[in-house]
Protein backbone atom coordinates (compact mmCIF):
# COMPACT_ATOMS: atom_id res chain seq x y z
CA UNK A 1 0.00 0.00 0.00
CA UNK A 2 1.42 3.47 -1.20
CA UNK A 3 1.60 5.71 1.66
CA UNK A 4 0.50 9.48 1.46
CA UNK A 5 3.12 11.89 1.43
CA UNK A 6 3.55 14.39 4.68
CA UNK A 7 4.05 17.93 4.56
CA UNK A 8 4.31 20.37 7.50
CA UNK A 9 3.27 24.07 7.33
CA UNK A 10 3.99 27.19 9.70
CA UNK A 11 1.51 29.87 9.69
CA UNK A 12 -1.78 28.36 8.44
CA UNK A 13 -4.08 30.50 9.97
CA UNK A 14 -4.36 32.74 7.48
CA UNK A 15 -3.51 33.85 3.47
CA UNK A 16 -0.69 31.89 2.04
CA UNK A 17 -0.51 29.09 4.66
CA UNK A 18 -4.24 28.66 4.75
CA UNK A 19 -4.14 28.46 0.97
CA UNK A 20 -1.37 25.99 0.94
CA UNK A 21 -2.93 23.99 3.78
CA UNK A 22 -6.21 23.13 1.51
CA UNK A 23 -4.75 22.29 -1.61
CA UNK A 24 -1.84 19.91 -0.07
CA UNK A 25 -4.46 18.34 1.74
CA UNK A 26 -6.53 18.17 -1.70
CA UNK A 27 -3.80 16.46 -3.45
CA UNK A 28 -3.21 13.96 -0.77
CA UNK A 29 -0.93 14.88 1.74
CA UNK A 30 -1.32 14.15 5.67
CA UNK A 31 -0.86 17.37 7.51
CA UNK A 32 1.46 18.57 10.16
CA UNK A 33 0.17 22.36 10.84
CA UNK A 34 1.21 25.29 12.77
CA UNK A 35 -0.27 28.51 13.39
CA UNK A 36 -0.91 31.11 16.14
CA UNK A 37 -4.23 31.70 16.49
CA UNK A 38 -6.25 28.95 17.82
CA UNK A 39 -9.69 30.01 16.42
CA UNK A 40 -8.03 30.13 13.13
CA UNK A 41 -6.54 26.79 13.73
CA UNK A 42 -9.71 25.21 14.55
CA UNK A 43 -11.96 27.02 11.30
CA UNK A 44 -9.17 25.33 8.90
CA UNK A 45 -9.64 21.89 10.41
CA UNK A 46 -13.41 22.38 10.24
CA UNK A 47 -12.86 23.54 6.52
CA UNK A 48 -11.14 20.38 5.33
CA UNK A 49 -13.09 18.19 7.32
CA UNK A 50 -9.95 17.29 8.30
CA UNK A 51 -10.14 13.64 10.51
CA UNK A 52 -7.07 13.39 13.31
CA UNK A 53 -5.74 10.05 10.71
CA UNK A 54 -4.80 12.62 8.41
CA UNK A 55 -3.60 16.46 10.49
CA UNK A 56 -2.00 16.88 13.24
CA UNK A 57 -1.74 20.93 14.22
CA UNK A 58 -1.11 22.84 17.27
CA UNK A 59 -1.83 26.56 17.82
CA UNK A 60 1.14 28.31 18.93
CA UNK A 61 4.17 30.79 17.89
CA UNK A 62 6.13 28.94 15.41
CA UNK A 63 9.60 30.98 16.94
CA UNK A 64 9.10 28.48 19.87
CA UNK A 65 11.72 25.46 19.97
CA UNK A 66 10.27 23.18 21.76
CA UNK A 67 7.02 23.18 20.10
CA UNK A 68 8.87 22.89 16.75
CA UNK A 69 10.43 19.96 17.83
CA UNK A 70 7.36 17.97 19.49
CA UNK A 71 5.54 18.75 16.11
CA UNK A 72 8.07 17.49 14.18
CA UNK A 73 8.50 14.27 16.59
CA UNK A 74 4.47 13.82 16.65
CA UNK A 75 4.52 13.94 12.51
CA UNK A 76 6.69 11.27 12.11
CA UNK A 77 5.48 9.11 15.41
CA UNK A 78 2.32 9.27 13.34
CA UNK A 79 3.22 9.59 9.49
CA UNK A 80 6.36 7.82 10.07
CA UNK A 81 7.57 10.58 7.24
CA UNK A 82 7.71 13.99 6.63
CA UNK A 83 8.31 14.50 2.67
CA UNK A 84 7.91 18.60 2.40
CA UNK A 85 8.49 21.65 4.94
CA UNK A 86 7.13 24.83 3.93
CA UNK A 87 7.99 27.77 6.05
CA UNK A 88 5.37 30.37 5.57
CA UNK A 89 5.13 31.82 9.11
CA UNK A 90 5.94 35.30 8.99
CA UNK A 91 5.30 38.99 9.90
CA UNK A 92 5.96 42.39 8.42
CA UNK A 93 6.10 45.94 9.78
CA UNK A 94 6.53 48.73 7.51
CA UNK A 95 7.98 52.08 8.43
CA UNK A 96 11.20 54.42 8.64
CA UNK A 97 13.82 52.88 10.38
CA UNK A 98 13.92 55.74 13.42
CA UNK A 99 10.30 54.76 13.83
CA UNK A 100 10.47 51.18 14.69
CA UNK A 101 11.56 49.92 17.49
CA UNK A 102 13.96 47.43 18.95
CA UNK A 103 10.73 44.90 19.94
CA UNK A 104 9.57 45.18 16.03
CA UNK A 105 13.06 43.94 15.30
CA UNK A 106 12.55 40.78 17.42
CA UNK A 107 9.50 40.16 16.85
CA UNK A 108 10.13 40.05 12.77
CA UNK A 109 13.20 37.51 13.30
CA UNK A 110 11.85 35.68 15.03
CA UNK A 111 8.40 35.03 12.90
CA UNK A 112 10.45 34.97 9.92
CA UNK A 113 13.91 33.70 10.25
CA UNK A 114 14.09 31.78 13.54
CA UNK A 115 10.85 29.55 12.98
CA UNK A 116 12.56 28.90 9.32
CA UNK A 117 15.46 27.78 11.13
CA UNK A 118 14.05 26.08 13.62
CA UNK A 119 11.59 23.51 11.17
CA UNK A 120 14.52 23.15 9.16
CA UNK A 121 17.01 22.52 12.01
CA UNK A 122 14.56 19.63 13.03
CA UNK A 123 13.64 18.10 9.84
CA UNK A 124 16.52 17.81 8.11
CA UNK A 125 18.00 14.93 10.21
CA UNK A 126 15.02 12.90 8.55
CA UNK A 127 15.02 14.20 5.11
CA UNK A 128 18.98 13.20 5.27
CA UNK A 129 17.93 9.50 6.48
CA UNK A 130 15.29 9.29 3.76
CA UNK A 131 17.67 11.13 1.22
CA UNK A 132 14.66 13.20 -0.04
CA UNK A 133 12.39 15.60 0.15
CA UNK A 134 11.39 19.02 -0.15
CA UNK A 135 12.04 22.23 1.98
CA UNK A 136 10.00 25.45 0.53
CA UNK A 137 10.76 28.71 2.31
CA UNK A 138 8.05 31.24 1.52
CA UNK A 139 10.49 34.07 1.15
CA UNK A 140 9.62 37.72 -0.48
CA UNK A 141 10.92 39.99 -2.82
CA UNK A 142 12.21 41.81 -0.16
CA UNK A 143 14.82 38.92 0.46
CA UNK A 144 16.04 39.72 -2.91
CA UNK A 145 16.10 43.64 -2.98
CA UNK A 146 16.03 46.22 -0.57
CA UNK A 147 12.66 47.99 -0.44
CA UNK A 148 12.43 51.68 1.61
CA UNK A 149 10.23 51.78 4.48
CA UNK A 150 10.98 47.51 4.90
CA UNK A 151 14.67 47.98 6.56
CA UNK A 152 13.87 45.41 9.08
CA UNK A 153 11.84 42.66 7.01
CA UNK A 154 14.08 43.14 4.35
CA UNK A 155 16.79 42.26 6.65
CA UNK A 156 14.59 39.24 8.00
CA UNK A 157 13.94 38.07 4.58
CA UNK A 158 17.40 38.31 2.98
CA UNK A 159 18.47 36.44 6.02
CA UNK A 160 16.02 33.74 5.13
CA UNK A 161 16.89 33.51 1.47
CA UNK A 162 20.51 33.17 1.92
CA UNK A 163 20.13 30.64 4.70
CA UNK A 164 17.64 28.72 1.46
CA UNK A 165 20.74 29.36 -0.85
CA UNK A 166 23.31 27.88 1.42
CA UNK A 167 20.99 24.64 2.27
CA UNK A 168 20.43 24.24 -1.74
CA UNK A 169 23.85 23.29 -1.93
CA UNK A 170 24.48 21.54 1.58
CA UNK A 171 21.77 19.78 0.86
CA UNK A 172 21.93 18.53 -3.01
CA UNK A 173 24.15 15.76 -2.30
CA UNK A 174 21.42 14.21 0.03
CA UNK A 175 18.77 13.99 -2.66
CA UNK A 176 16.94 17.35 -0.68
CA UNK A 177 16.06 19.88 -2.68
CA UNK A 178 15.63 23.57 -1.29
CA UNK A 179 13.34 26.50 -2.85
CA UNK A 180 12.78 29.95 -1.83
CA UNK A 181 9.56 31.14 -3.33
CA UNK A 182 9.87 34.82 -2.98
CA UNK A 183 6.62 37.15 -4.11
CA UNK A 184 5.72 40.62 -4.68
CA UNK A 185 3.03 41.93 -2.55
CA UNK A 186 -0.05 39.52 -1.98
CA UNK A 187 -3.67 40.38 -0.85
CA UNK A 188 -3.98 38.70 2.09
CA UNK A 189 -4.24 40.04 5.85
CA UNK A 190 -0.46 40.54 5.97
CA UNK A 191 0.62 43.87 7.72
CA UNK A 192 -2.95 45.02 7.56
CA UNK A 193 -2.68 47.69 10.12
CA UNK A 194 1.46 47.58 10.34
CA UNK A 195 2.03 49.25 7.09
CA UNK A 196 -0.62 48.18 4.74
CA UNK A 197 -4.56 49.54 5.26
CA UNK A 198 -7.56 46.87 4.73
CA UNK A 199 -9.27 48.30 2.06
CA UNK A 200 -6.11 49.81 -0.32
CA UNK A 201 -7.39 49.62 -3.85
CA UNK A 202 -3.72 49.04 -4.80
CA UNK A 203 -3.83 45.71 -3.22
CA UNK A 204 -6.73 44.51 -5.76
CA UNK A 205 -3.58 44.57 -8.48
CA UNK A 206 -1.66 42.09 -5.63
CA UNK A 207 -1.40 38.63 -6.31
CA UNK A 208 -3.40 35.81 -4.59
CA UNK A 209 -2.62 33.38 -2.37
CA UNK A 210 -3.82 31.14 -4.63
CA UNK A 211 -0.63 32.25 -7.45
CA UNK A 212 1.68 31.19 -4.50
CA UNK A 213 -0.09 27.56 -4.44
CA UNK A 214 0.72 27.17 -7.77
CA UNK A 215 4.19 27.82 -7.37
CA UNK A 216 4.83 25.39 -4.74
CA UNK A 217 2.94 22.51 -6.90
CA UNK A 218 5.01 23.66 -9.46
CA UNK A 219 7.99 22.92 -7.48
CA UNK A 220 6.47 19.53 -6.12
CA UNK A 221 5.94 18.35 -9.41
CA UNK A 222 8.91 18.34 -10.78
CA UNK A 223 10.71 15.45 -11.95
CA UNK A 224 13.38 13.95 -8.88
CA UNK A 225 16.37 14.85 -11.29
CA UNK A 226 15.02 18.65 -11.42
CA UNK A 227 15.42 21.29 -8.75
CA UNK A 228 13.88 24.69 -8.40
CA UNK A 229 16.21 27.22 -6.12
CA UNK A 230 14.04 30.27 -6.43
CA UNK A 231 10.49 31.46 -8.20
CA UNK A 232 10.76 35.35 -7.95
CA UNK A 233 6.86 36.34 -8.48
CA UNK A 234 5.78 40.17 -9.09
CA UNK A 235 2.51 41.55 -9.65
CA UNK A 236 2.21 42.55 -13.12
CA UNK A 237 1.65 46.39 -11.94
CA UNK A 238 5.73 46.24 -9.57
CA UNK A 239 7.84 48.05 -12.03
CA UNK A 240 10.59 47.00 -10.08
Known amino acids: MRMSKVAVITGV??????????????????????????????SLVNELGASSARVIFRAGDAADEHLAQEIVQEVLKQFGQVDVLINNAGMGKYGPLDELTVADYDD???????????????????????????????????????????????????????????????????????????????????????????????MNEFLDAEDIVKAVRFVLDQNPKSRIMEILMRPMYEAH
Open 108 to 202: MMNSNMRSTFLYTYYVVPHLKERRQGNIINIASVAGIKGLPQESIYCATKFAQVGFGQALDQELRPFGIKVTNVCPGGIHTHFAIGTGRTEGDPR
Open 13 to 42: GKGVGRALAKALYEDGYNLGMITRSESDLT
